[in-house]
């Protein structure tokens, strides 16, 4: 069943397109990547998946079943961001906030999910450390409990390993894969198209138009992957 459609969506600011044409679907189980050079509207697409920026022509529908506010999300980090005097069980907690309504408490329930992700992403044994002292790894596997604590149904990741180091990006790309498998939906934006390719079910490669949309084994065999992979910047 398709959670996500997008019909023949153009995306940019003030009017003016960065991309036009993209046309395609998500559906639930899906680990869709989607690549393409700097520039060529990824992020823009994100937020527009998100709700947060308007597409300029074109439509993005969601199945009934998908609360928007219950879209788990890990956007790409700032300095700021990264400095933040919280600890790692606050900022896990901090992902159950839209489920609260106007309750000024966490429930007993979302304290038990916050604890059932940190388990998941091996940081139990963390969970009272400052946040601002850990290790970029550590606090990418934090962003994730905490976008995992506001859904059971999609995740939507911006560059999850950007800057970090071989061994960490390949724990990570394995804790999203678990994670798709047990049942989540996973939209991620990637400039590591190695990974992707590794690890998506999907591809959505964008430029100023659609290059291409569909399994990762036709993906394999087109030309632009060829092209990418042969010298082209994925980036």
Do not use: W
Not at 213 to 231: H, M, T
């Amino acid at each position: 069943m398709a959670l996500i459609e997008c019909k023949n969506v153009s995306l940019g600011y003030e009017g003016k397109p960065i991309v036009t044409g993209l046309d395609f679907e998500v559906n639930e189980g899906d680990y869709l990547c989607i690549i393409g050079e700097n520039g060529s509207g990824k992020s823009t697409l994100m937020k527009s998946l998100l709700g947060q920026k308007s597409v300029i022509s074109g439509k993005i529908s969601f199945d009934r079943s998908l609360n928007r506010k219950e879209i788990g999300y890990l956007p790409q980090q700032t300095v700021v961001q990264k400095d933040f005097p919280a600890s790692v069980r606050e900022i896990v907690l901090s992902g159950c906030l839209n489920g609260c309504g106007l309750k000024p408490f966490y429930s007993a329930s979302q304290k038990k999910t916050a604890a059932e992700n940190m388990e998941k992403l091996s940081i139990s044994d963390i969970a009272d450390r400052c946040y601002r002292e850990l290790s970029g790894g550590q606090q990418q596997r934090v962003l994730l409990a905490r976008a995992l604590c506001a859904t059971k149904k999609l995740l939507i990741l911006d560059e999850p390993v950007a800057g970090l180091d071989p061994l960490v990006t390949q724990n990570l790309y394995s804790m999203i894969k678990e994670i798709n498998q047990n049942g989540i939906t996973v939209i991620m934006v990637s400039h590591d198209m190695n990974g992707a390719i590794e690890n998506a079910s999907h591809i959505l490669h964008i430029g100023n138009t659609p290059l291409f949309f569909g399994k990762k084994k036709d993906y394999l065999k087109s030309d632009v992957c060829r092209i990418f992979s042969q010298g082209g910047d994925a980036q």
